[in-house]
């Protein structure tokens, strides 16, 4: 009996350790995961000046919802485009208001851009956010999905789930890590010249996941940060443009792309090949004739 009582209280110094280290674990872990998380909640951004400003344009409505900040040129309609937005890694989502603001003003269409705002700021916590966006406003026929770095590597995933709800997907600062070269999909990847985080091997390499007549667009000047108003980014290289002027040619190059080509409507990708073929003939052969 004593045996058994010395051996009881030998091992309960060990249990008192292991409990303390089991105890001091698991507090240490969640100290990581709250400072990971405040981390990220905290976010890049956004340049409060530039946001106030798109706020006070008399031409532009800014509407904050549940599913993220929505800018528009005025009534949301059918003949609307809508571009859904995700945000890029750590950088919180109205950093983008402004760069949505030069597409909409830039469009030659009624233009609606939704900045998704994710979780954590992470688009990744939320891959599937468009689909609350596209319900919000079932109104809107023509759709695109899109973002900025990690932002629109997610839209990529996204779409190459839903490509039949989607017109066009837009990358910007990005590239996509999955197959979409069979979607029918419309395309638009706009890099900055001097961007200095994107892994441009990986951008190249990547190209072949998407639509042989995908357009890529380089931006003299334009740097990571440029796509969004947000301050500088570590690791990026200078910019030769300024932060409104980049933002300004970042919005021209995808409105004027939506408008152009990103108008074609889900209608019409889903007819026969030879049907797509036959009407684009006859919409030619007028000018052809002139």
């Not at 009582?5 to 110094?13: C, F, K, N, Y």
């Not at 979409?180 to 951008?203: M, N, T």
């Not at 980014?233 to 152009?260: F, H, I, K, M, Y």
Request: aromatic letters at 4%; charged letters at 20%.
């Amino acid at each position: 009996m004593r045996k058994s009582l010395d051996s009881v209280a030998r091992r309960l110094p060990e249990r008192r350790t292991l409990a303390f280290a089991v105890g001091a674990a698991v507090l240490l872990a969640a100290v990581v995961v709250a400072g990971g998380a405040a981390y990220f909640a905290a976010g890049l951004g956004p340049d409060a000046d530039a946001v106030a400003a798109v706020e006070a344009d008399p031409n532009l409505s800014v509407d904050r919802t549940a599913v993220g900040t929505a800018v528009s040129d005025g009534p949301v309609t059918a003949s609307t485009v809508g571009l859904v937005y995700y945000p890029g890694g750590r950088v919180a989502h109205e950093s983008y208001v402004p760069t949505a603001a030069e597409i909409v003003a830039a469009s030659d269409r009624a233009a609606l851009v939704v900045v998704v705002d994710a979780p954590l700021n992470l688009a990744v916590l939320a891959p599937d956010r468009a689909d609350r966006v596209r319900e919000r406003y079932p109104e809107v026929d023509t759709w695109a999905v899109g973002g900025h770095s990690l932002g629109g590597a997610m839209a990529c995933r996204h779409v190459a789930g839903n490509a039949e709800a989607y017109d066009a997907l837009v990358l910007h600062a990005a590239y996509c890590d999955r197959d979409i070269s069979q979607s029918g999909l419309d395309v638009l990847a706009v890099l900055g010249g001097a961007d200095g985080v994107i892994d441009a091997e990986r951008e190249r390499a990547s190209r072949s996941n998407l639509p042989a007549d995908a357009r890529i667009v380089e931006l003299d000047g334009v740097n990571h940060a440029g796509f969004g108003a947000y301050g500088s980014q570590p690791g990026d290289d200078p910019a030769s443009l300024s932060p409104d002027a980049s933002r300004e040619a970042v919005g021209n190059a995808t409105a004027t792309w939506l408008s152009e080509r990103g108008a074609v409507t889900r209608d019409f990708r889903s007819r026969s090949l030879s049907d797509r073929v036959s009407e684009g003939l006859r919409t030619v052969a007028p000018v052809l004739a002139g």
